[in-house]
Protein backbone atom coordinates (compact mmCIF):
# COMPACT_ATOMS: atom_id res chain seq x y z
CA UNK A 1 0.00 0.00 0.00
CA UNK A 2 1.16 3.12 -1.15
CA UNK A 3 1.97 5.70 2.24
CA UNK A 4 3.20 9.32 1.76
CA UNK A 5 4.32 11.15 5.27
CA UNK A 6 4.68 15.08 4.69
CA UNK A 7 7.03 15.66 7.69
CA UNK A 8 6.83 19.87 7.73
CA UNK A 9 3.04 19.13 7.95
CA UNK A 10 2.93 18.06 11.44
CA UNK A 11 3.78 14.02 9.72
CA UNK A 12 0.55 14.28 7.53
CA UNK A 13 0.39 10.52 6.74
CA UNK A 14 -1.81 9.57 3.60
CA UNK A 15 -2.72 6.32 2.81
CA UNK A 16 -3.92 4.97 -0.58
CA UNK A 17 -5.10 1.96 -2.36
CA UNK A 18 -3.92 3.24 -5.68
CA UNK A 19 -0.79 2.77 -7.78
CA UNK A 20 -1.66 4.77 -10.37
CA UNK A 21 -2.06 8.13 -9.00
CA UNK A 22 0.90 11.02 -9.11
CA UNK A 23 1.38 12.16 -5.62
CA UNK A 24 -0.14 15.61 -6.29
CA UNK A 25 -3.36 13.90 -6.73
CA UNK A 26 -3.42 11.85 -3.54
CA UNK A 27 -1.87 15.10 -1.41
CA UNK A 28 -5.03 16.87 -2.94
CA UNK A 29 -7.75 13.89 -2.44
CA UNK A 30 -6.43 14.22 1.44
CA UNK A 31 -7.50 17.94 1.87
CA UNK A 32 -3.81 19.38 1.69
CA UNK A 33 -3.33 22.25 -0.38
CA UNK A 34 -0.01 21.69 -2.28
CA UNK A 35 1.32 24.41 -4.36
CA UNK A 36 1.31 23.80 -8.56
CA UNK A 37 1.57 26.79 -10.97
CA UNK A 38 1.41 25.08 -14.19
CA UNK A 39 -1.41 22.85 -13.57
CA UNK A 40 -0.44 19.74 -13.34
CA UNK A 41 1.72 19.61 -16.66
CA UNK A 42 5.23 19.22 -15.82
CA UNK A 43 6.04 22.35 -16.66
CA UNK A 44 7.46 23.87 -13.86
CA UNK A 45 9.00 22.77 -10.66
CA UNK A 46 5.92 24.67 -7.99
CA UNK A 47 5.11 20.87 -7.09
CA UNK A 48 8.28 19.48 -6.28
CA UNK A 49 8.86 17.49 -3.13
CA UNK A 50 12.18 17.16 -1.19
CA UNK A 51 12.40 13.08 -0.30
CA UNK A 52 13.74 12.59 3.09
CA UNK A 53 13.50 8.92 3.13
CA UNK A 54 12.53 6.57 0.35
CA UNK A 55 11.19 3.18 1.51
CA UNK A 56 9.74 2.90 -1.95
CA UNK A 57 8.99 2.23 -5.23
CA UNK A 58 8.72 4.82 -7.30
CA UNK A 59 8.16 5.27 -11.17
CA UNK A 60 11.36 5.93 -13.20
CA UNK A 61 12.12 9.93 -13.48
CA UNK A 62 9.90 11.48 -16.46
CA UNK A 63 11.33 13.24 -19.62
CA UNK A 64 10.40 16.45 -17.70
CA UNK A 65 12.09 15.68 -14.40
CA UNK A 66 15.24 14.80 -16.27
CA UNK A 67 14.73 18.08 -17.96
CA UNK A 68 14.97 20.21 -14.56
CA UNK A 69 17.85 18.33 -13.15
CA UNK A 70 20.24 19.23 -16.15
CA UNK A 71 19.27 22.79 -15.41
CA UNK A 72 19.45 22.51 -12.16
CA UNK A 73 16.70 23.37 -10.90
CA UNK A 74 15.62 19.83 -9.55
CA UNK A 75 18.09 18.39 -7.04
CA UNK A 76 18.95 14.29 -6.66
CA UNK A 77 16.13 14.06 -3.42
CA UNK A 78 13.96 16.03 -5.67
CA UNK A 79 10.72 15.07 -7.55
CA UNK A 80 7.44 17.17 -9.05
CA UNK A 81 4.71 15.55 -7.18
CA UNK A 82 3.01 15.91 -10.56
CA UNK A 83 5.06 13.13 -12.05
CA UNK A 84 5.76 11.10 -9.40
CA UNK A 85 3.82 7.53 -8.72
CA UNK A 86 4.46 5.70 -5.55
CA UNK A 87 3.65 1.55 -7.17
CA UNK A 88 4.47 0.40 -3.50
CA UNK A 89 5.93 1.59 -0.09
CA UNK A 90 6.53 4.31 1.89
CA UNK A 91 7.84 7.96 1.41
CA UNK A 92 8.71 10.84 3.44
CA UNK A 93 8.93 14.10 2.08
CA UNK A 94 8.87 18.24 2.99
CA UNK A 95 7.06 21.02 1.40
CA UNK A 96 10.39 22.91 0.09
CA UNK A 97 11.08 26.89 1.53
CA UNK A 98 10.15 28.07 -1.31
CA UNK A 99 7.01 26.15 -2.36
CA UNK A 100 5.07 27.27 0.80
CA UNK A 101 1.73 28.94 1.46
CA UNK A 102 1.62 31.32 3.64
CA UNK A 103 -1.75 30.03 5.12
CA UNK A 104 -0.87 27.15 6.27
CA UNK A 105 1.22 25.94 9.38
CA UNK A 106 4.53 23.99 8.88
CA UNK A 107 6.36 22.34 11.42
CA UNK A 108 9.98 21.81 11.73
Known amino acids: MPRIIIQNLGNFIID ?3 T ?3 VIELIHENGIDWMHACGKKGRCTTCKMILVKQEAQ ?3 LTERE ?3 RSQNRLKP ?3 L ?3 TQILEGE ?3 RVAEINKFPHLQYTE
Request: proline fraction near 0%; include cysteine; glycine fraction near 0%.
Open 16 to 18: SES
Open 20 to 22: DRK
Open 58 to 60: LNE
Open 66 to 68: LFY
Open 77 to 79: NER
Open 81 to 83: TCQ
Open 91 to 93: ILI
